[in-house]
């Protein structure tokens, strides 16, 4: 990728597509993702791949619909930060919304060889203070 907005970009294209390879492309070999289900972290590309796998997966016939929001990039010579507001929406074959939700991720990607891979990435959403459940909507 030429670009942190272009790896983005691929994200949202890899996701609807259910394309394993072409969305681990993505990743550094050695990343690190705290995503929000499940497991505290993933710790190298393997171990991504293999919830990616499963995500994809459990899917069905349904699609993946990311839209990105107020995304933000902040670039440093080989090293780049990346935040948005993130919406996930399955959708079924023939297009029809079935289910959204929302969350927060942040990126950092750095720079080998002309390429951007995601070195680091971070999902979240905030938890309501009187219930402890998390919010997945804005």
């Not at 080989?78 to 023939?94: D, I, L």
């Not at 680091?120 to 309501?128: G, I, L, M």
């Amino acid at each position: 990728m030429t670009s942190p907005e272009r790896v983005l970009e691929a994200y949202k294209a890899a996701v609807y597509a259910k394309d394993v390879d072409a969305f681990m492309s993505l990743y550094d070999e050695d990343v690190q993702v705290f995503d929000m289900w499940g497991t505290w972290s993933y710790d190298g590309a393997a171990a991504w791949r293999g919830m990616v796998t499963d995500w994809f997966a459990s899917l069905g016939t349904e699609r993946v619909v990311v839209d990105m929001e107020e995304v933000q990039t902040i670039l440093t010579g080989e090293v780049a930060v990346a935040h948005a507001f993130v919406t996930y929406r399955g959708v079924s074959t023939e297009g029809q919304a079935l289910r959204a939700m929302q969350n927060r991720l942040t990126c950092v990607l750095k720079q080998k060889g002309g390429t951007w891979k995601i070195v680091h990435e971070h999902s979240s959403a905030p938890a309501d203070f009187e219930t402890s459940k998390v919010i997945l909507q804005r």
